[in-house]
């Protein structure tokens, strides 16, 4: 007799078989999905009826085995294959794959997800996102781009909108200095007086001093009159507009002296010697002392400059003068007179550096012979003087050099000098490091001439804005500037679990954290079997169309066969039905 447990039985194998169905389709269909991660669905024989358990054997006769008829098919479980897919390069260095076990760790609406797709990009907010919204977390850097990690915050590249400088604390010089080149004997001499054969007076008829109050100082071209050449409110320009002061063959930058009515000679005396940077070494071979000096037996103001042809300084009349409020020339209040001109060997060279807002700063180096050694050997000073320092001083810095016999530098410690930056907005003041020696050049004292140097390396950096990022392998985030600066934007953290397979998918190629999966153990990529990250790749599906086909053909048949149980089943009932009539 036909039984309807067999309809039942096959129905089992038709609906088993349609949820295998389910499964291969959904393979199939998310076969170029990024990073899809292939099911396979597991059946399971459904419980028995048990006729008899069977019988053990005994002495008089033998055991036998339970008899049991099977009632159907029912799905084991759904498993999850998360091996790693194959690569594809994108060029797109947004793109992140995982090389490993592990995910990227996004959120979104509150919630924490875990992916292996790494199509990210940039939202309007800078952050890394993916394609459903979702913010990829690491951990960030702080205003000095060094990471601050422990807790997870949201990925941000903000390309076109940082921009960064860094003040130079380097500058370094490296060439030849002729050791054979002539010793200075003199630096030079500038006369400043009233006419051209007499210095200048005060109101009472004396000649002046460093104590002269300028508003008491007689007008050369009214002398005996008792006018005065200067009033309170005056302006004293040196150089300017049409104007050419010069030390060597550099032009000096214009300076200016406020008057008032308590301006003296000497206030002039140090005005003149801080914008010409005359700097303090002693005396020269000649005997003169480096300065600005008042001579009171005949009023001349003389002023001596430092020695080496660099240093030789070069101004007239119309270059020291009078101007209004607005800078209109008034007078050429003086006449100047330069008696001798200064020499020695000696080279200088513009050095570059950047303060603390990127802005660029010059300094220049001069070097000038100062003796040699009978035992073999030369001494030379240096000079160092700023233009943008920003006091009327343009000398930030004067010393001695020493070379052996063999035109090696004795003292390899670097030059130091700081530039007064005040009322720029930047850091002040700015300390630099002078090498003459080391891996980017070295300064030399041999007797091929002439003397030649110049500025072979700085650090520090102008302003510079982020262009482009990438991601190492280790997860770390570094941006380029245009500037050509390197720096750290964040890093990545990958999520592992102890059993992935227990992930729940969430949609969007995201996973959420399921019952049996574990808890996220958070890790840097190339720790604890998380994998390494690829940049400007993405993972493929891992989905096997040859073996899904296979297991699609296995599935069509076992559903006919299924279908055909239900089939026979029935013709049978039928003919019982026949046989009833």
Do not use: C
Not at 334 to 351: K, M, Q
């Amino acid at each position: 007799m036909a039984s309807t447990t067999a309809l039942f039985t096959g129905l089992t194998g038709l609906d088993t078989h349609s949820r295998k169905l389910d499964v291969i389709g959904n393979n199939i269909a998310n076969v170029s999905t990024t990073a899809y991660k292939s099911s396979r669905m597991l059946f399971e024989s459904l419980m028995a009826r048990t006729a008899s358990i069977g019988s053990a054997p005994s002495a008089a006769q033998g055991g036998t085995n339970p008899t049991q008829i099977g009632l159907g098919v029912g799905v084991a479980g759904v498993q999850r294959d998360f091996t790693v897919g194959a690569f594809a390069s994108t060029g797109d260095l947004r793109d992140l794959a995982i090389d490993g076990s592990g995910f990227f760790i996004v959120e979104g609406e509150g919630r924490t997800f875990y992916t292996r797709a790494g199509s990210f990009r940039q939202d309007l907010d800078d952050n890394l996102v993916t394609l459903s919204g979702e913010r990829l977390q690491g951990f960030a850097v702080d205003e000095n781009f060094a990471l601050v990690e422990g807790a997870l915050t949201d990925i941000s590249v903000p390309i076109g909108r940082v921009t960064i400088a860094n003040a130079s604390t380097t500058t370094a010089v490296a060439g030849n200095l002729f050791s054979a080149g002539d010793l200075p004997s003199q630096g030079s001499s500038i006369d400043i007086m009233g006419t051209a054969t007499a210095g200048l007076f005060d109101t009472g008829g004396s000649f002046i001093d460093a104590t002269t109050l300028l508003v008491d100082v007689e007008d050369p071209d009214l002398f005996g009159s008792g006018t005065a050449l200067f009033a309170d409110g005056d302006i004293l320009e040196i150089s300017g507009e049409g104007g050419r002061v010069t030390k060597g063959d550099r032009v000096l930058p214009s300076e200016t002296l406020d008057i008032d009515a308590a301006t003296t000679i000497q206030d002039l005396m140090d005005f003149m010697d801080a914008a010409l940077g005359i700097q303090a070494t002693g005396t020269n071979p000649n005997g003169a002392t480096p300065g600005v000096t008042v001579d009171a037996t005949t009023g001349v103001i003389t002023i001596i400059g430092n020695t080496g042809t660099v240093n030789d300084l070069d101004f007239d009349s119309s270059d020291l003068r009078l101007v209004d409020s607005v800078g209109t020339v008034i007078r050429a209040p003086f006449v100047v007179t330069e008696t001798a001109e200064a020499d020695g060997e000696s080279v200088r060279t513009t050095l570059l550096a950047y303060d603390s807002l990127g802005g660029e700063v010059t300094l220049q180096l001069s070097m000038v012979i100062d003796s040699k050694q009978t035992t073999g050997g030369t001494t030379w000073r240096y000079y160092v003087d700023s233009d943008d320092d920003t006091d009327v001083e343009l000398d930030v810095g004067t010393g001695l050099v020493e070379f052996d016999a063999f035109g090696q530098v004795l003292n390899t410690a670097p030059i130091t000098v700081t530039v007064d930056l005040e009322g720029t907005g930047a850091l002040s003041p700015l300390a630099l490091e002078i090498p003459l020696t080391g891996d980017n050049g070295t300064l030399t004292a041999l007797s091929d001439g002439p003397s030649r140097i110049n500025n072979v390396y700085r650090d520090g950096l102008p302003p510079g804005t982020l262009q482009s990022f990438g991601v190492q392998a280790d997860g770390l985030i570094v941006g380029e500037f245009s500037n050509g600066a390197v720096r750290t934007l964040g890093k990545l953290v990958l999520a592992n679990f102890a059993n992935s397979e227990g992930l729940v998918d969430a949609g969007n190629n995201n996973f959420s954290v399921g019952p049996n999966s574990g808890v996220a153990q958070l890790a840097t990529p190339g720790e604890f079997g998380t994998g390494t990250i690829l940049s400007g790749a993405l993972e493929q599906s891992n989905v096997d169309l040859g073996r899904e086909f296979t297991d699609l053909i296995l599935v069509q048949t076992g559903y006919s066969a299924s279908a055909r149980v239900i089939r026979t089943t029935d013709e049978l009932l039928q003919q019982l039905l026949v046989l009833g009539r």
